[in-house]
């Protein structure tokens, strides 16, 4: 079955930066458009950004653009979420996910069939 595991979270200071990784298995993830979501504690999980699965093309809500950078290498299986310049409201459990859905850009978590498991991202001085 599919598989999705997030890694690379962590106490950052504000300013930092992080790499989140996303390990998939158990399908060609690589013919599937991917995301990341996020989900602070009393608050609804949120779209953070995604890729699509051949052009690299990626999609980010306004709060994280210019300051995150999704990636993929299909050869790896892997997708990553680059976060530069981090600030105390980016704190959340992080999430990568798959949608079967490629033509349109999709934002809601329901539109996502796999999810991983979360890897958590505190910004705190």
């Known amino acids: 079955q599919v598989q999705l595991v997030e890694s690379g979270g962590g106490l950052v200071q504000p300013g930092a930066s992080l790499r989140l990784n996303c390990a998939t298995s158990g399908g060609d993830s690589s013919s599937y458009a991917m995301g990341w979501f996020r989900q602070a504690p009393g608050k609804e999980r949120e779209f953070v950004g995604a890729?699509?699965?051949?052009?690299?093309?990626?999609h980010y809500r306004d709060s994280v653009e210019g300051r995150f950078t999704i990636s993929r290498d299909n050869a790896k299986n892997m997708v990553y979420l680059q976060m530069n310049s981090l600030k105390p409201e980016d704190t959340a459990v992080y999430y990568c996910?798959?949608?079967?859905?490629?033509?349109?850009?999709?934002?809601?978590?329901?539109?996502?069939?796999?999810w991983g498991q979360g890897t958590q991202v505190t910004v705190s001085s």
């Open positions: 890729i699509k699965s051949g052009s690299n093309s990626s």
């Open positions: 996910a798959r949608t079967s859905i490629s033509r349109i850009w999709v934002t809601s978590p329901k539109s996502y069939d796999f």
